[in-house]
């Protein structure tokens, strides 16, 4: 199964996406998460890429698809992938398009996950992850059954995205308007766009999603 999440910072795309990634042994590819990576480990691309983060703006297409075509090319992908948080603009979705009909593929759903704006900025401001296995968390809405343990894996370190402040958020949501919702028309033309209520708790929203690919909604 191949798959686009699609929706605003905060939507619940990470989340869902790791259930997906259990459940149905597809990888999870983040972006975001590619260049969190490529920052901390301080690479030239890195240093780059986290000063257009730390503003809320986009890194360039030309670096984010090539992150994208080497990824899918992996033997873990071979049963398909989630993307999150890709595509973002018009020339990444193109590129997506050319990439998969090079290879022969085709998404099988882009599910469009809804949520109002201030709910989000609540969301991504209340937002932390264990530093150990990445689990997610929020201070109000999903905190571990013990306080300062991980669920997943034990961990007692956690950490909390440097463009995670009310700010960044704002702007980030500005970005999603402008550039990333002009995606869902285009993917709602081409039949392969659902729709889910991303306002739900996180068990129905998977639950929703259960229902797509079972061939509902
Ligand atoms: P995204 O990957 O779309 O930016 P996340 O999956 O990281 O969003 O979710 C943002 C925050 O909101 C996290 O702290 C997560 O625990 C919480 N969250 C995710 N889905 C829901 C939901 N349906 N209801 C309430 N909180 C949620
Ligand atoms: P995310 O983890 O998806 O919230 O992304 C965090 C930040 O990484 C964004 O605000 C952008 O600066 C950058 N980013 C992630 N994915 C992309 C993408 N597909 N295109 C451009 N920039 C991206
Ligand atoms: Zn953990």
Request: aromatic residues 0%; positive net charge; hydrophobic residues 35%.
């Given at each position: 199964m191949k798959l686009i999440l699609l929706g605003p910072p905060g939507a619940g795309k990470g989340t869902q996406a790791?259930?997906?990634?259990?459940a149905h042994g597809i990888p999870q590819l983040s972006t975001g998460d590619m260049l969190r990576a490529a920052v901390a480990e301080g690479t030239?691309?890195?240093?780059?890429?986290k000063e257009v983060m730390d503003?809320?703006?986009l890194v360039s297409d030309d670096i984010?698809?090539?992150m994208i075509a080497e990824r899918i090319d992996r033997p873990d992908c071979s049963n398909g992938f989630i993307l999150d948080g890709f595509p973002r603009s018009d020339a990444q979705a193109g590129a997506l398009d050319s990439m998969l009909a090079e290879r022969g593929l085709a998404l099988d759903h882009v599910i469009e996950m809804k949520v109002i704006d201030d709910v989000l900025v609540e969301r991504i401001t209340g937002r932390y992850t264990c530093a150990n296995c990445g689990a997610g968390y929020h201070d109000t809405f999903q905190q571990p059954?013990?306080?300062?343990?991980?669920?997943?894996c034990d961990g007692t370190e956690f950490k909390r995205r440097a463009d995670d402040n009310e700010e960044t958020v704002r702007s980030r949501l500005d970005v999603y308007h402008d550039q990333t919702a002009p995606l869902l028309p285009y993917y709602r033309a081409?039949?392969?766009?659902?729709e889910v209520d991303g306002m739900a708790d996180i068990d129905d929203v998977t639950a929703q999603l259960g229902a797509v690919f079972n061939g509902g909604n």
């Open positions: 790791r259930r997906l990634m259990d030239p691309l890195g240093k780059m890429a503003h809320g703006d984010i698809v090539g059954r013990k306080i300062g343990v991980c669920d997943e081409k039949g392969v766009l659902r």
